[in-house]
């Protein structure tokens, strides 16, 4: 992973008309990524493909965009829908902490009925804890977490 502190990051705002991607992925439902890019900027990262849809020249890891979107008028609409949040962009990078756009996104949907799934590699999630019990009440909540190694599977 890339340190931050190694290099400059250029942090970007994007408007966006909706955070919520229908998704044509296996796990069907709609796709939320409060980010464009991702500034972990792993070697294995197989959303770096998307750096060819930002118009950004810099490498992938090295920007980030943060999205601004109108607020979810009807949240109940997603009512029994898988949504995914970080399925190109980790949803709890380190600017997560400044920007707070998953929260704000968590916040829209947290009545919604949605089945959420959070997939992330940072232990910030915690700091959405209160929130997220809130959420699941109301709506099916998973959090999904990558361990990586240095070595092969599991350090071996």
Aim: include cysteine; charge should be positive; proline fraction near 3%.
């Amino acid at each position: 992973m890339i340190k931050e502190a190694d290099f400059t990051i250029k942090i970007g705002r994007v408007e966006t008309k909706s955070v919520m991607t229908k998704s044509n992925g296996p796990l069907g439902g709609y796709a939320v990524n409060p980010y464009v890019g991702c500034t972990h900027g792993c070697k294995y990262c197989y959303a770096s493909f998307m750096k060819r849809f930002t118009g950004h020249q810099e490498e992938w890891g090295t920007f980030l965009d943060v999205k601004e979107w109108p607020e979810i008028k009807k949240p109940e609409k997603y009512a029994g829908q898988k949504v995914i949040i970080g399925t190109v962009t980790d949803g709890y990078l380190p600017q997560e902490e400044t920007y707070g756009r998953t929260r704000k996104i968590l916040g829209e949907l947290k009545d919604s009925g949605a089945d959420i799934l959070i997939c992330t590699k940072s232990d910030l999630v915690l700091r959405d804890l209160d929130l997220l019990k809130e959420i699941n009440e109301k709506n099916r909540l998973s959090v999904s977490w990558s361990i990586n190694t240095l070595g092969g599977a599991f350090g071996l």
